[in-house]
């Protein structure tokens, strides 16, 4: 063991001791090329083939500047409820590192291109506003390997294909007080960039990072503790886990007598514990100052209202939606937002057959059952929202039962036809021809003499029987709600 710190607070702790979290994540634009050059943003091609003079930092190279990212970072900046600056200015952050050729990154320090944002989060009380202090925009490093090739004892090997990629910053406020509060803000944060089409936040290609500053002090006190920053955080679950583990580690510290430092630590997934990267003392002099090979970005009003106009609704207005205008539960409401491709789906089904509740029990029920199977995205679903909603308003015009709409779906779903298609192909339809029907229950009456006398001496719960025996012998083409009426008349 290499650690005598606990791996969680107790709870006797947290009553006297509060944490204090503040993010910083980065989410990689998806625009087609980079940031101030043409190269192609992409992930995974062979290394250094997507590089030219200007990302790889050759003198006398200019950047020019994406549009596009421009308009992603605004874009990120609306949904994050920020004020666009009018004017925001790109300065040099001058560090020296293998994966940086020009010897500083591009970014923007005291006028970024957004400011006073928040994101709304769930939390046990209730919801909660976290502040987001900034979003700026910058250029992103290439990427070093230290490990894994045949001579990594020797070498460091550094692919500079995503030098130049485009990257939105966004600082929180230190507003969030546990990991669980930190998990449910990302979370909220990287489905509000999905669903504004800035990032596909995939962690597993490092479209969304994220670096964790965390503080403990006594429950009660006016000022925050000395702050710790947590790097190398590339899974939601080591989010979380690094937190917890800090926190106790910081407690811990406290109790017994210590000082926090500030310090720049790194967590460890394989040990489930952080440990000291460097010291206050021995952080970056960056030596700010403007960019002076770009012009200030002007972001005139035409252009941003063009661009709000253009922002589909966030997940959680999406999720009051869908409950106060469509009576759905809460727990439906936040399956049916969890990517703005099942919402849209979802809205295309109520659209095309006005039930909302049915159309969420249909969706999260067995159309996602189907879905799981194979594990298919909705993007992918075989059988678009028109002729699910359309399946739904068979059953609605009861030309359909519920159950032989279930035996059709699947049928949907492999062979890609409509619901009528497939009725018409099968003789699969409810029965509404009375006279049928009538007849079959009269059979039905006739066959079970004992419960047609239970009924009628007084014993109604038999009526569900019958309806039981008449749905079998109809193979639940019949409508229940006219096999009750009808029996009840003959009985
Ligand atoms: P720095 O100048 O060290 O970069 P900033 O003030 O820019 O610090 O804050 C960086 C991040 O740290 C922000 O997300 C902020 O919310 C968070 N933060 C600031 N102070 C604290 C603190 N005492 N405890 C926890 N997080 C903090
Ligand atoms: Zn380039
Ligand atoms: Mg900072």
């Known amino acids: 063991m290499s650690t005598a710190a606990p791996r969680l607070a107790t709870p006797e702790e947290l009553e006297l001791y509060e944490p204090v ?41 200019l950047p020019v500047l994406n549009r596009a990212a421009v308009e992603l970072g605004i874009r990120a900046a609306l949904a994050l409820h920020c004020e666009v600056r009018r004017r925001s200015v790109f300065a040099r952050k001058n560090y020296f590192y293998p994966d940086l050729p020009k010897g500083y990154q591009i970014s923007q320090y005291d006028q970024p291109l957004a400011e006073h944002g928040w994101v709304e989060i769930q939390t046990p009380a209730g919801p909660k506003r976290i502040g987001v202090h900034r979003l700026h925009l910058e250029d992103d490093a290439g990427k070093s390997s230290h490990e894994g090739y045949r001579d990594s004892d020797r070498f460091s090997y550094v692919d500079l294909n995503r030098t130049g990629s485009p990257l939105a910053e966004i600082v929180s406020e230190p507003d969030l007080r546990s990991p669980d509060e930190a998990y449910e803000y990302l979370t909220e944060l990287k489905l509000a960039m999905q669903f504004a089409g800035v990032s596909n936040c995939d962690m597993e290609k490092g479209n969304l990072r994220c670096d964790a500053n965390v503080s403990v002090r006594r429950r009660g006190a006016a000022e925050f503790g000395t702050k710790v920053e947590i790097k190398n955080l590339n899974s939601f679950r080591f989010l979380r886990q690094a937190l917890y583990f800090e926190i106790a580690r910081q407690v811990a510290l406290v109790e017994s007598g210590g000082r926090v430092v500030q310090e720049t630590r790194l967590y460890d997934p394989n040990l489930d514990e952080t440990f000291s990267m460097r010291s206050k003392e021995e952080a970056h002099d960056y030596r700010y100052f403007p960019e002076p090979d770009l012009l200030p970005l002007e972001v005139g009003e035409a252009w941003l209202e ?85 399946l739904i308003t068979l059953v609605q015009k009861g030309e359909l039962t519920g159950k032989l709409a279930k035996e059709i779906l699947p049928k949907m779903f492999e062979s890609r036809e409509g619901a009528r298609a497939i009725m018409e192909r099968e003789g699969l339809r409810a029965l509404s021809d009375t006279g049928e029907l009538e007849r079959i229950i009269d059979q039905v009456i006739a066959a079970n003499p004992k419960q047609l006398e239970q009924y009628r001496g007084g014993k109604t719960s038999v009526m569900q029987f019958f309806v039981g025996q008449v749905m079998k012998a109809t193979r639940g083409q019949a409508n229940p709600a006219a096999v009750s009426e009808l029996l009840r008349r003959k009985l």
Not at 27 to 36: D, E, M, N
């Open 306 to 390: 063009s661009i709000r106009s253009s922002m589909p609704a966030m997940p959680a207005e999406l999720r009051r939606r869908f409950v106060s205008d469509y009576g759905l539960r809460e727990y439906d409401a936040q399956v049916l937002t969890a990517s703005r491709e099942l919402a849209d789906y979802f809205e295309g089904v109520v659209h095309a057959c006005g039930d909302a509740r049915a159309a969420a029990n249909w969706v999260t029920g067995d159309l996602a059952a189907l879905l799981n199977a194979q594990s298919l995205d909705i993007a992918l679903c075989p059988v678009p929202p028109e002729r699910l909603g359309e």
């Open 21 to 61: 979290i503040g993010l910083e994540v980065h989410v990689q634009l998806g625009t087609r090329t980079k940031i101030f050059c043409g190269c192609p943003n992409e992930f995974g091609a062979a290394p250094n083939t997507n590089v030219c003079p200007v990302c790889l930092g050759m003198p006398g190279a």
